[in-house]
């Protein structure tokens, strides 16, 4: 049966008519999904230092030099990652593999990013005590769209069962917080009255587990945010109000892939498309300097156009990509003074860099002993490259 | 060198602060990059016939049933599509290949969808006579995103030199129109004051050329469109206001891509994915059946929502992706009476269905004859399935 557009939508009609005023938001629930599976630095490398010395019996009996084996204190001194959570546990540390074995589907059954965003989702409406049909739409946002089309946040509509309306959208790391920034300004000019902002980061099945740059870095995780309009003079108490977003964005090649529909067209048989070169690739030394240079004048500048400065902000959710990159970006802000994980929380050393999900999932845990009135800065930045923030005040 | 998130974007947050009340929007700017190279009906089943041959002997020596040619006149009753235009003829026409050949580029080179839409982006803003520093928000609004990260929206971004920020999202056929409804709302609200909706519809390399149902359907083209603030009672002569805008979702699989990153996660052999079954797939006559229905609905309810019937429309820009679907979806609106090519035009017997991109060729082809005072309605429609409608009022 297809609906008509004003089902499930009454209320955002009703809401843009009656006002020519921006609505207040807030921020009503959050939802995490993190993977059961943990795999440690150690494990990660054992499977990787074994193909290592397969590769290298091979390289040697072509007079290739060998290539280095890794180890489990060079990628926890290199990122202060430990372990990450992987959707799919089954191909991963498989040396002959080095990929999460993740079967296709049938196109009518629930895809897996779908899912696995829709179960953050489920999480954040539970969370905020609304039904789904209040709900007028979905922005699916993450840096690892599962398809083309339909789009991903349709079928997550279809599955939590919202109204109105959903759409992709994609912005490297900085995915949930600009899908924030779009909902936040849906919700204040009165096109929708609750927003979704889904966020299904299935990135282990991208990853070059064969680059020892890079095959530690990321791990899988879903996040969900539902933000509504607040009317005038109402506070919601252990909720935020969403003071402003920003989005800045600047091009740089340092964090690409290349997967591409367009792959196909550039080869001679058009049948098969080969992986390699079409996986994640990140220049890691310039990513670091570069975004820790923007990242801090993000900060400083964003809460300066709001009165703020960093000492006046309670607590920072950032990136959740490297410690030390987090720590020098903080310094920065800080003139100088270090800041400890009270201040800024870290979960990339259980959880890896879960891309976009990262700083939504260090908000959701480290938020509710918070006071009214107290600020909270919610700033992503990765591929692109891109920056997100959202000043939070809590209600 | 990096920018700091003030540069490039004073207007916006001058904007934001001075006002509460929401900004009008006026689109102020189309662009249109339509490829040069035409391809006939009878000049591609030329070709698929000579490969249908082929095949068939393939076929025979196996002992299964041969495939079915096809013909000009069945094309042009099916779908109402005479040519289309292709962003690169090479390889198309050729029955050992039937794909267009588009070499891979350096990663510091243009991408090639980043330079499609930067054309039509060139020329929306010559249409609008805006500076590109003063635009401070690219929308890559498409169908057929070229990659995860970093965004094409950013690499446009960084071709035409424009400020703020940039992001990248995707809703089918309908992505455009999404796009303006982003970008109508984020303009509303004041959190940018110029908005950039590029629509790059490189279609012909995701299309399957052999498969006799949908080989024929698609066409390249790129939009573009500028919408900016317009002060209280200002009228820009010659120019629409952006009355409302909506957007419509509803999931099915009959407009369906399973091309992705997860393919390879899925295979045993994780270093080369195969195209087949990865490509533009079609229930064609699903799609015209539900898509009629929803469509015509969408555009009577958003209408009366605006006090408005079909009758007081002067223009209908639809989605150009099938004469007759349109033909039904204009006689449904209308309670019956059949509507001529001077209310809703068709660019689709030239151009092929180009995705997101044929309303807004249609509508910026066939717009300048409005008188102030009249009202044109853009509507989309497509995967996901997806509808998106602007009322727009001339001025």
Known sequence: MLRRI????????????????????????????????????????????????????????????????????????????????????????????????????????????????????????????????????VICAGSHLQRLYPAIGIEIQKELGTGGAAFDMSLGCSSAVAGLHIGFHLVRSGAHRRVLVVTPELITAHLNLRDRQTHFIFGDAATALLIEALPQGEEKAGRFEVVDTRSWTQFSNNIRSNFSYLNRAALEDTSMVPSEGNLIKQQGNKVFKEVTVAGHRFIVDFLAEHGHTPETVRRFWLHQANARMNAMILKLSFGGVEVGHDRAPMVLDRLGNTAAAGAIVAMAENHKDMKAGEFGLLCAYGAGYSIGGALMRMM
């Open 6 to 137: 004003d089902e499930g939508d009454a209320l955002g009609i009703a809401l843009k008519e009656e006002s020519k005023t921006m609505n207040r938001v807030s921020l009503s629930g959050i939802g995490v999904e993190i993977p059961e599976t943990s795999i440690s630095n150690k494990e990660l490398v054992e499977s990787f230092n074994i193909w290592v010395e397969q590769e290298n019996r091979r390289r040697a009996a072509k007079g290739l030099e060998p290539l280095p084996g890794s180890s489990a204190e060079f990628i926890e001194h290199a990122s202060g990652i430990k372990a990450r959570h992987v959707h799919t546990f089954e191909g991963i540390l498989d040396p002959d593999r080095m990929a999460p074995f993740i079967p296709a589907r049938d196109d009518d059954d629930l895809s897996v990013t779908a899912e696995f965003g829709a179960k953050a989702g489920r999480k954040a409406l539970e969370d905020a005590g609304v039904d789904p049909a209040e709900v007028d739409m």
